[in-house]
């Protein structure tokens, strides 16, 4: 019970603070309007925070961390994009297991 609360709530709150509100923001805010970039760093940053669980799963992240960082860009919303990310836990759960 401990790791799926840490996986559907902890996890996508703490990430998607640090990451979307916390680092795409900042870069958001020093980048051109209309500029993209900051996505893409920001899902690379998100993969980067996934390499405790290994190259392949920091990689296989980075995409959903790319449509997480679209959802915040266009939201600007950190809150949406942690339900998105628990929802995305939720399914690789049921698909992978834990």
Known sequence: MSQL???LVLSPVLE???????LQEWLMRRAAPD???P???SALAFGLLHLRSGLPHAL????PGLALALLYQRTRSWRWCACVHSA???FA???CGL
Do not use: H, K, Q
């Open 60 to 63: 296989a992240v980075t995409v």
């Open 93 to 95: 759960i049921s698909v």
């Open 39 to 41: 996505m893409p760093v």
């Open 16 to 22: 998607e603070l640090v990451v979307r509100a916390g």
């Open 35 to 37: 500029t993209a970039w």
């Open 5 to 7: 609360l840490l996986l």
């Open 88 to 90: 995305m836990n939720a």
